[in-house]
């Protein structure tokens, strides 16, 4: 059975940093597609960034030099915050699919099989 675990959101002042992680269990980030999104108030789930096989990462374009996504043994995998803005506010999840991610970097919620329970990011300005 594959569970993901993703921790690591707090309240934090705009221009601050956090470092969310995501531990998959029955799962690993090698040869897969590993995925964050968040989705905002009011607002739909968006992917922002995705690392594929532990190694390429992908990202959009409003957190591209803001967030980086990396993968650490034995099986962790962590979004690094920088530059937070209140406009990132958000419910952070990670999720996993098998096989390396889209190729043209596209990250779809509906291409992710397995998702984790969510961890909440405010930024106060």
């Known amino acids: 059975q594959v569970r993901l675990q993703d921790a690591g959101g707090e309240s934090v002042q705009a221009g601050g940093s956090l470092s969310l992680s995501c531990t998959p269990s029955g799962f690993t980030y090698s040869g897969n597609c590993i995925a964050w999104f968040r989705q905002g108030p009011g607002m739909e789930r968006e992917g922002v960034a995705a690392i594929s096989g532990g190694t390429k990462t992908y990202y959009v374009a409003s957190v591209r030099g803001r967030f980086t996504t990396y993968a650490r043994r034995p099986n962790t995998v962590r979004l690094q915050m920088n530059d937070l803005q209140p406009e990132d506010t958000a419910m952070y999840y990670c999720?996993?699919?098998?096989?390396?991610?889209?190729?043209?970097?596209?990250?779809?919620?509906?291409?992710?099989?397995?998702w984790g329970q969510g961890t909440q990011v405010t930024v106060s300005s």
């Open positions: 999720a996993a699919r098998w096989g390396v991610c889209e190729r043209s970097g596209e990250i779809r919620e509906a291409d992710f099989q397995y």
